[in-house]
């Protein structure tokens, strides 16, 4: 089967001969032929009228036909006409009725033309089927590359529509969990007090053992760390409506600062203030503008357990990422000389629960809530690394 259709597949020498052919010029193709009627005509008169050779001058016609086209064709099977009759007229021996010679001769013309006409013809609807199976498989090509590119498209889009998803049902997720949160915080919230209020009680009551006085205080401040989680848990999931008033963001830092003041000395960090005079009020939120930058205070502090520096700095900028024209940009950043962040979390600080913080130390809250104050102002916070070493908190505003 193999070797048949090897076979198939590879031209024969015939047709590789015919292609040859049909690649020649006409002119050449018409002198070949010619040279080949003379040849025939010449062993025609050698040969006497005893042996008949007129079925050779088919050859030059054929030839002539499918190489030359159809004019050629006519022409050799008029010359091969003529030069049978010139060599029936001319070879020894000849002696027949010259008439009766001509009218052969003219039925020859006639028989050889109509075959020449028909090869012609053939000829010609091969080239024609040649041409519309190119043209075709051109266009099928054609096709088939643009489905490709079709299917490309498509594989895009389905996974562009699979992250969207998956961001759809992270979304939704979130939002579950933030109301079961809140709801879990409400139920925790009420008997943490009373036991908060009971350890009060008990530790106003003076114990006899300083043991029980240290187990009291102790339970006393767990509960306060509770609280703090639930209280953190509920500023998170409560919604609060905004109370946006026209304030000066310098004013709303120094608040923040005297706020953690007291903290960040006892930590030994220094604070530099670097507040640009004169920025236009913004709709503020105070309170909640206060959250944000204590809490912003609050992590570069603890980014820097051995001490350091935080620098708050704020700043006016034409336009930001829009036209000149537009409205100005200003900036909150809250720099500090801590470790900074590392890559693979930096995709993840903002996400509520994240924390690296030891148990608790940290609730993994500060930064969800940060994002979503700064959010219904209309703005944008983001956190990066230092390439002098450190982190820096940027809070963006436009100014209306
Ligand atoms: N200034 C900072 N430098 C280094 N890491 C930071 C900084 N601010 C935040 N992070 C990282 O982001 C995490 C999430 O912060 P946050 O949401 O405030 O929660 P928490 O402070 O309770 O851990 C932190 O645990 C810490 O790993
Ligand atoms: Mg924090």
Redesign the pocket.
């Known amino acids: 089967m193999g070797a048949l259709v090897t076979a198939i597949g590879r031209p024969s020498w015939h047709a590789s001969l015919l292609e040859w052919l049909g690649r020649q010029g006409r002119a050449s193709v018409a002198a070949g032929s010619l040279a080949l009627v003379t040849a025939i005509g010449a062993v025609d008169y050698g040969t006497g009228s005893e042996v008949s050779v007129t079925l050779l001058y088919l050859m030059p016609v054929a030839l002539g036909a499918w190489a030359g086209g159809r004019g050629v064709g006519v022409g050799m099977a008029g010359a091969s006409a003529l030069t049978w009759l010139g060599a029936g007229l001319l070879e020894p021996g000849a002696g027949g009725d010259p008439l009766v010679l001509a009218w052969n001769a003219s039925t020859l013309a006639g028989m050889f033309a109509l075959v020449a006409l028909a090869l012609a013809a053939l000829r010609q609807s091969k080239a024609n089927l040649e041409a519309a199976v190119a043209q075709r498989t051109a266009t099928l090509q054609e096709e088939v590359l643009q489905r490709r590119r079709a299917e490309v498209r498509l594989q895009q889009v389905n996974a562009d529509l699979h992250s969207t998803q998956l961001q759809l049902i992270e979304a939704a997720k979130m939002e579950a969990v933030g109301r079961m949160a809140a709801g879990v915080a409400h139920e925790v919230k009420n008997p943490l007090m009373t036991l908060g209020m009971g350890a009060g009680y008990f530790l106003q009551r003076r114990p006899a053992h300083a043991d029980e006085a240290a187990l009291l205080q102790d339970m006393k401040q767990a509960v306060g760390r509770a609280s703090h989680i639930i209280n953190g848990l509920l500023d998170f999931a409560r919604p609060r409506p905004r109370q946006l008033a026209p304030a000066d963001l310098n004013e709303v830092v120094d608040d923040a600062l005297k706020l953690v003041r007291h903290q960040l000395a006892t930590q030994k960090v220094t604070v530099q203030r670097q507040l640009q005079p004169g920025l236009p009020p913004l709709p503020l939120d105070r309170v909640r503008m206060e959250h944000v930058i204590v ?2 205070l ?3 502090a ?2 820097m357990p051995g001490g350091g520096t935080v620098t708050v700095r704020t700043s006016m900028h034409a336009g930001g990422d829009r036209p000149p024209d537009q409205a100005p940009q200003i900036r909150l950043d ?1 720099e ?1 000389t ?4 590392p890559p693979e ?1 930096l995709g993840r ?2 996400d509520p629960f ?4 030891p148990l608790g ?8 809530i ?1 994002h979503r104050i700064v959010q219904i102002h209309g703005g944008g916070v983001v ?1 990066a690394n230092l390439s002098s070493g ?2 820096c ?1 940027t809070v963006t505003f436009r100014s209306s």
């Open positions: 809490n912003l609050t992590n570069a603890q980014a809250i500090d801590g470790e900074g962040i979390h600080v903002f994240f924390t690296t913080k130390e940290g609730t993994g809250l500060g930064l969800s940060v956190l450190g982190a908190a």
